[in-house]
């Protein structure tokens, strides 16, 4: 079946280091959304992107959609702890419609 | 705040019982979707209902019920519960019946002893 994979599954990094995670679908999406979950909160949007191609910033924050639709990326610039959680993608499934999440990226960050 | 309110935030059970989680969606918004969050596993899409009609189905268990009222609240009803039910249920709402931006509740948090 239709399905969306994120890695890497976890990512420790230094406070002031780039992070970056892949999400890849078995099929094309018609748009991509991201979602992050703060430890112990509920997800939380923060983008969607529908364009192919299309790279769509947010501070530091940088977010792309690919040319064929089937993958996206997420980059943070130069972490904080205030970036800590997991941080999900999710495409529309085809036939009903429904976003289908990724397992997320855990993003841990040490002082 | 989302705006989607969700009870009970926990609830502790044992095995065999039947319980209710209750979901009220953002003022305005026609779609509930829920989803369970077990550890490591993602978030898995069990139920969606747009408008007091079902509208897809997920990965959702026969022991699983739910249902949207006329005043748009959702209730999910989980029965004959196992230990493997232990999860963190959320619910979801959007204004329209595809999906587009989604508003999450806290979520319950189910422990089956």
């Known amino acids: 079946g239709q399905q969306v994979m994120q890695i890497p599954q976890y990512q420790h990094v230094q406070e002031g280091e780039d992070f970056t995670t892949y999400c890849n679908s078995s099929?094309?999406?018609?748009?991509i959304q991201w979602y992050k979950q703060r430890p112990g909160g509920h997800p939380v949007f923060l983008i969607q992107l529908v364009k192919s191609g299309e790279v769509k910033k947010q501070k530091r924050l940088t977010f792309q959609f690919g040319e064929a639709k089937k993958n996206s990326s997420l980059h943070i610039t130069a972490t904080q702890t205030t970036d800590v959680g997991t941080y999900f993608c999710a495409g529309p499934r085809r036939s009903q419609g429904n976003l289908i999440f990724g397992k997320g990226t855990k993003l841990s960050v040490k002082p | 705040d989302s705006g989607v309110t969700q009870t009970p935030k926990h609830l502790i059970t044992a095995t065999g019982q039947r319980v209710t989680l209750r979901c009220s969606p953002r003022s305005g918004d026609l779609s509930v979707y829920w989803y369970q969050q077990s550890l490591d596993q993602g978030l898995q899409f069990l139920i969606q209902y747009y408008n007091g009609e079902e509208r897809a189905k997920g990965n959702i268990l026969e022991r699983f019920s739910a249902q949207q009222f006329p005043d748009l609240h959702s209730e999910l009803n989980l029965s004959s519960l196992e230990l493997g039910d232990s999860a963190l249920y959320f619910c979801?709402?959007?204004?329209?019946?595809?999906?587009?931006?989604?508003?999450f509740g806290e979520g319950s948090r189910l422990t089956v002893l």
């Open positions: 099929t094309t999406l018609s748009n």
């Open positions: 979801a709402s959007s204004a329209g019946p595809n999906t587009g931006e989604l508003f």
